[in-house]
């Protein structure tokens, strides 16, 4: 997949559909809509509905052989070679408490690898965009993950530890403990942060395809390391236990703590 070459058409039309999302959520940030419970228990607004509503309709128009598979939607096309990958308001928590630490993320996958991404803040405009075998970059300019590859120096994040299963809290725990700094918070705005150089470890569990696929091209072509806690790269089929790091030395340590408190 590294050596593979993505048409610009597409890139383009990623971008493009960030702006629709963009186009939509911004006139809700901070002000009166209604917020539902899923299922899962998990907050949904109007925002995160129609975002993803007017993104699969773009992907319909534009790309009618593709499929999509997107968090408040679900999966259609299944089977196709190429599928999109959508979650609209990445960090819904967030947005209902009026902080501008979610995002849209945005994936295309060939089977069942990301191949391109965009993780989009549609308030503070921050656009990151990978794209498999290129530099990625934030808002056109490129970025490198950190170089960090001792824990002792690294600056842990995770969105919160009460999503981790029980069994795996004092995993967390344990590794938390070797890093300089344990942060708290950003859903997938900590993973593009990690891109950008800013964070250096994040360890998370439970994630769904929606939630992963936009970070991993992004991930990657800063340089940076993210496959699952067995060492695994993530696909749309992977488990949901993500390690990202700013190096593969870093995510070995990371993997090393986290088999060492199982035991």
């Not at 790309?63 to 599928?83: M, N, S, Y």
């Not at 403990?177 to 859903?187: E, F, H, L, M, S």
Request: glycine share 10%; proline share 5%; with cysteine.
């Amino acid at each position: 997949m590294q050596n593979m070459k993505i048409d610009k058409e597409w890139i383009d039309f990623a971008c493009h559909l960030a702006d629709v999302a963009g186009g939509i959520i911004r006139p809700y940030f901070r002000r009166d809509y209604t917020v539902k419970l899923k299922q899962d228990l998990s907050p949904v607004t109007q925002a995160d509905e129609e975002a993803e509503s007017a993104m699969r309709a773009e992907i319909r128009r534009c790309f009618p052989g593709h499929g999509i598979l997107g968090e408040e939607g679900g999966r259609e096309g299944d089977g196709a070679e190429w599928t999109w990958v959508l979650d609209p308001i990445d960090g819904t928590k967030s947005f209902i408490t009026g902080k501008p630490l979610f995002t849209t993320l945005i994936a295309l996958c060939r089977g069942d690898a990301p191949v391109l991404s965009v993780i989009d803040q549609p308030i503070i405009s921050e656009r990151w965009l990978g794209v498999t075998g290129q530099q990625t970059t934030l808002n056109d300019k490129q970025i490198r993950a950190s170089s960090c590859e001792i824990l002792a120096d690294a600056r842990l994040s995770t969105t919160s530890p009460f999503l981790f299963r029980e069994e795996d809290k004092p995993r967390f725990l344990a590794l938390s403990k070797q890093c300089a700094v344990t942060t708290y918070g950003g859903d997938a705005y900590a993973y593009a942060l990690l891109a950008a150089g800013q964070v250096d470890l994040i360890v998370e569990s439970g994630l769904k395809p929606y939630d992963m696929m936009a970070l991993v091209p992004v991930l990657q072509g800063a340089g940076a390391s993210l496959v699952d806690w067995s060492g695994r790269p993530l696909t749309i089929i992977s488990g949901g236990d993500v390690i990202a790091a700013a190096t593969g030395t870093l995510a070995t340590q990371a993997r090393n703590i986290l088999s060492l408190a199982l035991s």
